[in-house]
């Protein structure tokens, strides 16, 4: 298999893969309906039982209470950066899932446009083209701010946590109107 995939393994193949997987969550949505996101009702209940201990270690010294909000506070740190990674992921998910039917729909003609782009122009050409691009933009453009358009893209399809929100909105909405 490997020999096979070396030899017959072509550039435009991976975004061609891309395309294949949106092909079937769109057949999968658009069999399903709104069926498809059905996400869970589940909640997260964090509790903090911090100030319960705090008051039992009241009696002791400060430099321990310190460590204890220096504790508290890495930990909601690493809280925050896996709660980002999280949303990242289920971003990713929400795209091929077509939750946001125009921005995937706007994704699969990216990938549509590069396929044909790497179908047709030699990879070594595309390579020179970014390299040359990458290092004469300080000489072009030197007030240029470096953007991701990748990261632009993901911010604009909402997590599972903003879904649940919506759906909770509008639920309550149809039922003022009613």
Same mark, same amino acid.
């Not at 705090?54 to 709660?83: F, H, R």
């Given at each position: 298999i490997y020999i096979f995939i070396c030899l017959n393994f072509d550039w435009f193949f991976l975004p061609v893969m891309l395309l294949i997987t949106f092909g079937y969550h769109y057949i999968k949505y /658009?069999?399903?309906? /709104?069926?498809?996101? &059905?996400?869970?009702d589940e909640e997260d209940d964090d509790d903090d039982d911090d100030d @319960? #201990?705090? &008051?039992?270690?009241?009696?002791? /010294?400060? #430099?321990?209470? @310190?460590?204890?909000?220096?504790?508290? &506070? !890495?930990?909601?740190? !690493?809280?925050?950066?896996? &709660?980002k990674v999280a949303s990242f992921g289920e971003r990713v998910k929400n795209t091929f899932n077509w939750t946001v039917p125009w921005l995937t729909m706007l994704m699969v003609i990216v990938l549509s446009l590069v396929t044909v782009i790497f179908y047709i122009i030699p990879i070594r050409y595309i390579f020179l083209a970014w390299g040359i691009k990458k290092f004469t933009r300080k000489i072009i453009k030197p007030n240029h701010i470096p953007n991701n358009e990748l990261m632009d893209f993901l911010s604009r399809i909402p997590s599972d946590e903003e879904l649940l929100l919506l759906r909770d909105v509008q639920a309550e909405e149809t039922k003022k109107k009613r």
């Open positions: /658009s069999l399903m309906g /709104s069926a498809y996101f &059905d996400l869970g @319960a #201990s705090e &008051d039992k270690k009241g009696k002791e /010294s400060k #430099s321990l209470k @310190a460590k204890l909000q220096a504790l508290y &506070d !890495v930990c909601q740190t !690493v809280q925050n950066a896996l &709660d």
